[in-house]
């Protein structure tokens, strides 16, 4: 299995923007990479995926704000959030899957407040 490492969270202003990226230990080339999120009481929800050679994929809560993508010669996935509000404050987790195949990263922490 690949180890992912996520980072770039940190605090922003809202209508601000945060570029997530997510760094894997081997090749991520045959996987879906996802991004996904975790609020304080709240279950663990998609937000983004893009399968290898296909297009992404975005839940309608991030549609025309967020957009995911992957560099697989980087061995990479990144997140960019723009017009980040304060409904996106979350612990954001990268995911590599295939057939029998799912890996998480550790998380990264989104805070979006005045």
């Known amino acids: 299995q690949v180890q992912l490492v996520e980072s770039g969270g940190g605090w922003v202003q809202p209508g601000g923007s945060l570029r997530l990226s997510c760094e894997a230990s081997g090749s991520i080339r045959r996987y879906t990479m996802g991004w996904y999120r975790q609020a304080p009481g709240k279950q663990r929800e998609l937000v983004a995926l893009?399968?290898?050679?296909?297009?992404?994929h975005y839940a309608d809560s991030v549609k025309g704000r967020f957009s995911i993508s992957r560099d697989d010669d980087k061995n990479a996935a990144y997140l960019q959030m723009n017009t980040l509000k304060p409904e996106d404050t979350a612990v954001y987790y990268c995911?590599?899957?295939?057939?029998?195949?799912?890996?998480w990263g550790q998380g990264t922490q989104v805070t979006v407040s005045s």
């Open positions: 893009v399968p290898s050679g296909r297009g992404p």
């Open positions: 995911n590599a899957r295939y057939p029998f195949y799912n890996v």
